[in-house]
């Protein structure tokens, strides 16, 4: 029995033609994609009923083949209700195509923001990234990362900056995820009454319950949550770590109950005397007269603080007063 002629040619050229077919309706999907993104913008930009405007000069849809971003000259955001407007450099954005609900972005310097007094402050940086995954929609969350960032105030000059800055906000059903850390951060002396401050770093980490579910409503008036960590860093190995519960009051006045752990004493102490000599004999006897635990090092201390509307006690002695806290998350994510 004769066996069938195996013809190579025939096969390969049905593959080319394959390829060739799938690279050509692939690409068709991209530049559908790409066109429906860039009126999904367009669209979302010219939306009148929107809490958050903005407009994208030079919009350009870009990344092809594997990814997909877009790009513009310039931004500006503004809120409806005239809170604040924002303005800043050149835009640049990217998703992988298999997975567009997380997308990159990186930001050109300088960025002016200006509130609804007109105010104007200013944040300059080397480089600005944005990383943000924006479903499902209660697990969603934003990363800012920038290097060598500036803020400054219209009229006024730099207020402050730090080597790095990275600022991270998630969801978790009702509840969010906050966390801020710049390092080698250090402020103007006009802005805690003249006293100059040495270079310090914050580790910031907070949850706070039942704000996810408000925040894109508007300023956030009350709440609760919890201080997982707060530590000022004088050094690597020496600062002040706070932890516990807190209560927001609609006055913006804070409560709670709080363990404050001081890392290496002596050299906390010595700074409190550099930068507010005229409370470090009440610093230090708060320190001589704190209980020592067996279990920390010789060179740590564990604190309680209680606050209530503001104003602080240790056990029943008052210590002062915490100014009222606002924020307005009235950005959602």
């Given at each position: 029995m004769k066996k069938p002629s195996y013809n190579a040619g025939r096969r390969i050229g049905w593959?080319?033609?394959?390829?060739?077919?799938?690279?050509v309706l692939y690409s068709a999907g991209w530049f559908w994609a790409a066109d429906m993104v860039d009126r999904t913008v367009t669209a979302s930009a010219n939306d009148e009923r929107a809490s958050l405007r903005f407009s994208c000069p030079g919009q350009d849809v870009r990344g092809f083949p594997f990814r997909i971003g877009v790009f513009c000259d310039a931004f500006e955001v503004a809120a409806a209700d005239g809170s604040f407007v924002a303005s800043g450099g050149a835009v640049r954005s990217a998703a992988q195509v298999y997975d567009p609900r997380r997308v990159v972005a990186e930001i050109d310097s300088p960025v002016t923001i200006y509130d609804a007094a007109g105010t104007a402050y200013r944040l300059d940086w080397s480089v600005g990234r944005i990383n943000?995954?924006?479903?499902?929609?209660?697990?969603?969350?934003?990363?800012?990362?920038?290097?060598?960032?500036?803020?400054?105030?219209?009229?006024?000059?730099?207020?402050?900056?730090?080597?790095?800055?990275?600022?991270?906000?998630?969801?978790?059903?009702?509840?969010?995820?906050?966390?801020?850390?710049?390092?080698?951060?250090?402020?103007?002396?006009?802005?805690?009454g003249g006293r100059a401050l040495p270079p310090v770093g914050l580790d910031i980490d907070l949850r706070l319950e039942d704000w996810a579910s408000?925040?894109?409503?508007?300023?956030?008036?009350?709440?609760?949550?919890m201080i997982n960590r707060v530590a000022l860093l004088l050094t690597d190995d020496r600062g002040v770590i706070v932890e516990g519960p807190f209560r927001l009051s609609p006055d913006g006045l804070i409560s709670g109950d709080f363990s404050v752990r001081v890392v290496d004493v002596p050299g906390v102490l010595a700074a409190a005397r550099d930068i507010v000599p005229e409370l470090a004999p009440q610093i230090e006897t708060l320190a001589a007269a704190a209980p020592r635990q067996a279990s920390m090092p010789d060179d740590e201390l564990s604190l309680s603080f209680t606050v209530r509307e503001g104003r602080v006690f240790a056990g029943f002695l008052p210590l002062g007063r915490i100014p009222p806290v606002r924020l307005d998350l009235s950005s959602g994510l």
């Open positions: 593959l080319m033609t394959a390829v060739i077919a799938a690279i943000a995954a924006t479903a499902p929609v209660n697990e969603r969350m934003v990363a800012f990362e920038a290097d060598d960032i500036r803020v400054g105030l219209d009229g006024i000059g730099e207020l402050a900056r730090a080597d790095r800055l990275g600022l991270y906000v998630r969801e978790q059903g009702a509840a969010m995820d906050v966390a801020m850390r710049p390092r080698a951060l250090t402020i103007d002396p006009a802005l805690v408000t925040w894109s409503a508007g300023p956030v008036a009350a709440g609760s949550g």
